[in-house]
């Protein structure tokens, strides 16, 4: 944002919520008053302050991190977004000579630490073979902010986006080490803190995406085909009902490999056909050889 005025940030918000003025303000404020905030010409009071941004699934604290951003604030979040675009893309070598350019404004807050290092394990793991590595990463990031989490029972307790974020790659961390029960109790319990948090923002229902895809994973590992399937199709209606699509092919893949382990062959066999030209389509090439190289295997069937 190039004006960081309150009535944008809460502008801006509200757009990425998918809300209208009337649907924010309604219980709060009249849509005038709200109109009025986002332009700049009426100062909120604390309170409706407070009620507008709990409807934005953000709070005060993290309203102040959008609004006193500096020009070298907004350069490392510019870069970072970057790494993060080129990370969902696959563009691994890519993302990782970004990232090295990254460091000279990492150490600016502890927030800016804390994406940073998210930022080094998601390459790492994608890296294959740091599982240890990032763990420990991990763990330190959200040490930065939450000093003494309580891994067994945090559903009520709020957590921001880097937070979420992070709980979501310890659970993938879990499955690459083999500690699959481990991650799907941690899985399990992320769920449940993100549907407790209630938010519209887009963030949250990718991270409820990738999450659902990841613990459909770690239950096919575990021999828990059905609960595997649920899983993938609950990925699956959150990415249709949101409009983000970006996993829905791998989301499908999971789907499909559940439907043959529970003994559906001719099924899986079909999904597995429909998803191959779409993943080449958008260049998700490695992603399409794994669904061939599958159907091979067990099937012995050339896409």
Partial sequence: MSNNSLGEVIRSLRKKAGLSQEELSEGICSPVSLSRIENGIQKPSSSVLESLL????????????????????????????QITKLISEGNIIEARNQ??????????????????????ASIKLYENGYANEVLTILNDAL???????????????????EEVNILNLIVFAYYQLGETLKAIRLGEELMSALKNHKSGLKEYQLMQINLALNLAQCLEKECRYKEAFEYAEKAEELSINSHEHMLLPEIEFVKAKAIHLLGNDEECIFICKAIVPYMELIHKNDSAKRVKDYVKAEFGIKI
């Fill in 54 to 81: 709990n409807k934005l699934g953000t709070s005060t604290y993290q309203i102040c991190n959008i609004y006193y951003k500096n020009e070298e604030q907004l350069a490392f979040e510019e870069k970072s977004e």
């Fill in 99 to 120: 990232f090295i350019l990254l460091k000279e404004n990492a150490e600016l807050n502890n927030l800016n630490m804390q994406y940073y290092m998210l930022l080094d």
């Fill in 143 to 161: 040490a930065l902010t939450k000093p003494s989490f309580n891994f067994e029972d945090f559903r009520d307790t709020l957590l921001s986006m």
